[in-house]
């Protein structure tokens, strides 16, 4: 019976960490005393393993320099970093109102919440970089306000569940840095390798619901026109989208001579920059020159925006 347990050891240790987290224990606890209990084990067995285990006691010495070198890793520092930037994103309230927006973007067009969910998820998971925080998120703040308008409960709650697993996947993740980090792989390496399979992943989320609103058009109802509180105002959102763009490139052809390729980033910085300022503007002084969706928009949207592309230039640009 010993040389069985010796010989089979990985499969019972296997086992044994699916009950402990089954049994509702913490995944790091569980982690942590499943390998500390199978190495007790392993050291009582090894006589009896034919040389399959080689186990000593004096291997325990070494755990000190293997937390020592955890916490000294740099690479991980930037995972509570990430964490509370999601926090942030979430108990600001910008999330909850990144989604009412996207969602009267696409409110009068059939899953146009489902879309809102799927986008504002991709963005939750670029910032969060945890499932959990990214599905929890979503599910409070997008599941009581589907079913409200008539989406099917199936649809809803899968849409909110695939839409938060792009945190595993979607730059920043949590999940990259550790894997590089054991690797041995450059963190930008890792999210230049996962930026397009994300955004691949995520548009085919969006074609689903496209496909369930032509096949079950009453599981994904469009907004009610009651609803929609920000009126129509694509239009006024589409040129805001245009003069920045025309803004950035003004700027970027008037500092290329001086500054060169990073006439790209700064245009592009002074043209969002210019656009925000004046939504702000706008709704403060109550001018009315842009639609109440364009506003809302622009000044939901860019925040969350800046910090996803603030984390990814400072990985990828140094």
Known sequence: ???????????????????????????????????????????????????????????????????????????????????????????????????????????????????????????????????????????????????????????????????????????????????????????GDMYAGAIIPGLVLTGLYMAYVFAISLWRPDWVPALPAEARTLGHGVTSLLIAILVCIGIGYTAHVLLYPTQGPDADILGATIGVLVIYAYAVLDKSLKMNTMSRLAQQFIIVLIPPLALVFLVLGTIFLG
Do not use: C
Request: hydrophobic share 60%; net charge negative.
């Open 1 to 187: 019976m010993l040389e069985f347990i010796a010989i089979n050891m990985a499969p019972i240790m296997f086992g044994s960490l699916i009950i402990f987290l089954l049994l509702g224990y913490p995944v790091a606890f569980s982690l942590a005393a499943n390998g500390l209990v199978f190495f007790a084990i392993g050291v009582w067995l090894a006589p009896y393993s034919a040389g399959n285990i080689t186990l000593d006691w004096a291997l325990i010495g070494t755990m000190p320099q293997r937390v020592w070198g955890t916490m000294s890793n740099d690479t991980l520092l930037a995972i509570p970093f990430f964490t509370f930037m999601g926090i942030v994103l979430e108990r600001s309230g910008m999330a909850e109102d990144l989604l009412d927006t996207v969602g009267q973007l696409f409110g009068p067009i059939r899953g146009g919440l489902a879309y809102a969910v799927i986008i504002v998820g991709a963005l939750l998971a670029a910032t969060t970089g945890v499932v959990a925080a990214s599905v929890i998120a979503m599910g409070l703040i997008s599941l009581p306000i589907m079913l409200r308008y008539g989406y099917d409960r199936r649809v809803a709650s899968g849409v909110i569940a695939a839409s938060g697993t792009l945190a595993q996947i979607i730059p920043p993740s949590l999940v990259l840095i550790v894997l590089a980090d054991q690797l041995g792989k450059s963190v």
